[in-house]
């Protein structure tokens, strides 16, 4: 099994709509998980930590699920900003890296 | 402005012509890595620091060195580049350890002819 594994898409919406991106990883000593943001070759940014209790930061829910080992992403209300790669990225037990997915590529369009 | 700087942005080399690329963050903060991104192959870590004079390998730490001589600074050295180090390459800093949120540098296109 792959250290973290996500669905690469593209998943392509129109505008309005809810999109939910699925992340499973295979250390389950994991203490933090990440969803990062990319755009195009840049650097990638910090979308959300996400904690075991879920969290929410307007259109976007993060949730982890320990048990099953996987975090997910929704996002809801699409915009055509929301165009981007979504890196999960949990970290590893010691602590000393970001272990990243390959990313989930969405596409927005109008 | 809090934030992670790399120099250069861009550099185009020939193989076996050492190269550094510097890192340098203003957050103070304890713990620098080093990512290359390659297509289908995800961000993987290169080497990492937890703190001043404290280094370690990661994933890929093969053809790469670093220093961590002062805390605000992780340069990467390549002391005989050649065409598999072409790649785009992120330094990323965090308060503490990896399991805090890490921030990225604006990465640096690095193709080596």
Same mark, same amino acid.
């Given at each position: 099994?792959?250290?973290?594994?996500?669905?690469?898409?593209?998943?392509?919406?129109?505008?309005?709509?809810?999109?939910?991106?699925?992340?499973?990883?295979?250390?389950?000593?994991?203490?933090?998980?990440?969803?990062?943001?990319?755009?195009?070759?840049?650097?990638?940014?910090?979308?959300?930590?996400?904690?075991?209790?879920?969290?929410?930061?307007?259109?976007?829910?993060?949730?982890?699920?320990?048990?099953?080992?996987?975090?997910?992403?929704?996002?809801?209300?699409?915009?055509?900003?929301?165009?981007?790669?979504?890196?999960?990225?949990?970290?590893?037990?010691?602590?000393?890296?970001?272990?990243?997915?390959?990313?989930?590529?969405?596409?927005?369009?109008? | 402005?809090?934030?992670?700087?790399?120099?250069?942005?861009?550099?185009?080399?020939?193989? #076996?012509? !050492?190269?550094?690329?510097?890192?340098?963050? %203003?957050?103070?903060?304890?713990?620098? $890595?080093?990512?290359?991104?390659?297509?289908?192959?995800?961000?993987?870590?290169?080497?990492?620091?937890?703190?001043?004079?404290?280094?370690?390998?990661?994933?890929?730490?093969? #053809?790469? !060195?670093?220093?961590?001589?002062?805390?605000? %600074?992780?340069?990467?050295?390549?002391? $005989?580049?050649?065409?598999?180090?072409?790649?785009?390459?992120?330094?990323?800093?965090?308060?503490?350890?990896?399991?805090?949120?890490?921030?990225?540098?604006?990465?640096?296109?690095?193709?080596?002819?």
């Amino acid at each position: 099994r792959k250290e973290v594994e996500q669905d690469p898409g593209p998943f392509n919406v129109p505008e309005g709509a809810t999109v939910a991106f699925n992340c499973t990883y295979s250390n389950s000593a994991s203490q933090s998980f990440f969803w990062y943001r990319q755009d195009c070759r840049k650097e990638p940014k910090l979308l959300m930590s996400v904690y075991s209790s879920g969290n929410e930061d307007g259109r976007f829910t993060a949730q982890l699920n320990r048990a099953s080992q996987y975090i997910s992403l929704l996002i809801r209300d699409s915009k055509l900003s929301d165009s981007a790669t979504y890196l999960c990225a949990p970290s590893n037990q010691a602590g000393t890296a970001l272990i990243f997915g390959k990313g989930t590529t969405l596409s927005v369009s109008s | 402005e809090a934030q992670v700087t790399q120099n250069p942005r861009y550099l185009i080399t020939v193989t #076996g012509k !050492k190269l550094t690329v510097t890192c340098s963050q %203003n957050m103070n903060h304890e713990y620098m $890595s080093w990512y290359r991104q390659d297509p289908g192959l995800g961000l993987r870590q290169i080497y990492y620091s937890m703190n001043v004079e404290v280094t370690d390998k990661g994933d890929v730490p093969e #053809g790469y !060195k670093v220093s961590r001589k002062e805390k605000r %600074n992780f340069p990467l050295i390549l002391e $005989s580049p050649s065409p598999n180090q072409t790649s785009l390459y992120f330094c990323a800093s965090s308060s503490g350890e990896a399991h805090n949120e890490q921030f990225f540098g604006p990465g640096t296109r690095l193709t080596v002819l």
